[in-house]
């Protein structure tokens, strides 16, 4: 089981430029999360799918922000337009449903300078 | 709103001694309860995790305690050592019907030779 991956690994990005970040859950996980890591907020999550479907985007910060999964291995989140406060490590995780505990990918470092 | 608090923030041990990691939260429905370890630059991964019908877990020199009457649950490690050194995580899930978890703001632990 090769786990959770995400790509890119590193994004370097000019104020104003889209990003999309890219995961593929472990195969058979349901349940899809987008998570993001700063020093001062800690992990926050962004949005979270179940059987592809968006269940909660509370976390989403504002319109800039979008997440999709078209089916049950891949699913994005886009930047458009990325500003600097966008900084931050983005996890994508995975998990079946009924069965507790996430699987994390590597993440995506995103710097938007 | 679903809130997780955690404490203390840093901890420095000898090694061989014992580390406590304390968590409250605040959704009285929750009733699941995982830590997570985030060595740097890495992913966060699951250590050990607790179920509300449960009291205590160990996991050779780990343990989780829970107290769903005061909404408190902590992670114990004992006979610490360096590679022990990394950031913990504490969450709940919410009510059954959510995946989701809500995260602590994280402890970095120090195990010193």
């Known amino acids: 089981d090769a786990g959770v991956i995400q790509s890119p690994r590193h994004e370097v990005t000019e104020m104003g430029q889209e990003v999309t970040l890219r995961c593929k859950p472990i195969?058979?996980?349901?349940?899809l999360f987008w998570y993001r890591q700063t020093m001062m907020r800690g992990l926050e999550l962004l949005i979270y799918f179940n059987n592809n479907v968006p269940i909660d985007d509370s976390g989403m910060p504002e319109d800039r922000f979008s997440a999709k999964m078209p089916n049950a291995s891949f699913s994005t989140l886009k930047i458009q337009p990325s500003e600097p406060r966008d900084s931050a490590v983005y996890f994508c995780?995975?998990?079946?449903?009924?069965?507790?505990?996430?699987?994390f990918g590597s993440g995506t470092r995103l710097t938007v300078v | 709103g679903e809130n997780v608090e955690q404490h203390p923030s840093t901890l420095s041990v000898q090694e061989g001694d014992s580390a406590v990691i304390k968590c409250t939260y605040s959704d009285s429905a929750s009733n699941y309860f995982p830590w997570y370890k985030q060595e740097l630059g890495k992913r966060p991964q699951l250590i050990i995790d607790?179920?509300?019908?449960?009291g205590e877990k160990k996991d050779q020199r780990i343990a989780v305690t829970l107290n769903k009457t005061a909404k408190h649950f902590s992670l114990h490690i004992t006979e610490t050592q360096p590679e022990d050194s990394a950031v913990y995580f504490c969450?709940?899930?919410?009510?059954?019907?959510?995946?989701?978890?809500?995260f602590g703001t994280g402890t970095r632990l120090k195990v010193l030779a």
């Open positions: 607790i179920r509300s019908n449960v």
């Open positions: 969450a709940a899930q919410g009510a059954s019907g959510t995946y989701k978890y809500i």
């Open positions: 995780a995975s998990s079946l449903e009924g069965v507790y505990g996430y699987t």
């Open positions: 195969s058979g996980h349901n349940s």
